[in-house]
């Protein structure tokens, strides 16, 4: 049984949570979670926790590209060494601030929360994810999130897996997020929903590749400046008309608020 980040006891390792939704909506909206919803990469934010808010070299030194997910094992290994526990992560991951703009959009997607079947694809960790989003009042928009599952062993440590395994050759070896969101849409078709459109909120190297993947009728939303918005850039040099999706980049969460509002009048 999942219990929320704040509750009494330790939370068990768990991948999604869900609510339902009454009807089924016209869109589908994907968020990804680090530099998107919140402003900060939530797995460097963890080391405020750690003594002197620094990670020692040899820590630092075993990233290997690609195996994020492993190097952030570690990580969470050292913190726990430290004495960091559940309390000392909680304070962090519920500080960390949101994208400028992000309010807007959340009180955009609140008023019109029966269009937009909302998830969040992430390669964060589950417990991070829940105790920001939570703390932001926005937990409840969110139908599904995938993550890395994460929870806390009987020493106290935090603890982190990967999400699966696949054979996508540009994503990092523990998630695709391209493999998550056709899985989704599969499973939602299998039961009756099916989208209008799809649009994609995001600012990674890892959100490019579900993003490449989407329709015509589908919009693309990269954080301005990031991985995502490059290499979508780099593809519509490179192969014009190879991303089909609409792109429309972001300072400011605010402007995707507006365009959804702008699409919506017009009843696209």
Known sequence: M??????????????????ASPRPPKYLLVFDFDETIVNENSDESVVRAAPGQALPERIRQTFREGFYNEYMQRVLGYLGDQGVRMGDFK???ENIPL?????????FLSKNHELFEIILISDANMFGIECSLRAAGVHSLFRKIFSNPSGFDKRGYLTLGPYHSHKCLDCPANMCKRKILTEYLAERAQEDVEFQRVFYVGDGANDFCPAATLRAADVAFPRKGYPMH???????????GALQATLVPWDSAAE?????????????
């Not at 995707?256 to 696209?268: D, P, S, V």
């Open 99 to 107: 994208s400028p703009g992000m309010p807007d959009l959340f009180q």
């Open 256 to 268: 995707i608020a507006r365009y959804l509002q702008e699409l919506l009048k017009k009843k696209g």
């Open 230 to 240: 490059r290499l979508a850039q780099e593809l519509q040099q490179k192969q014009p």
């Open 91 to 93: 304070a962090v991951y």
């Open 2 to 19: 999942r219990r929320c980040c704040g509750g009494a006891g330790l939370p068990c390792l768990f991948k999604g949570v869900g609510m």
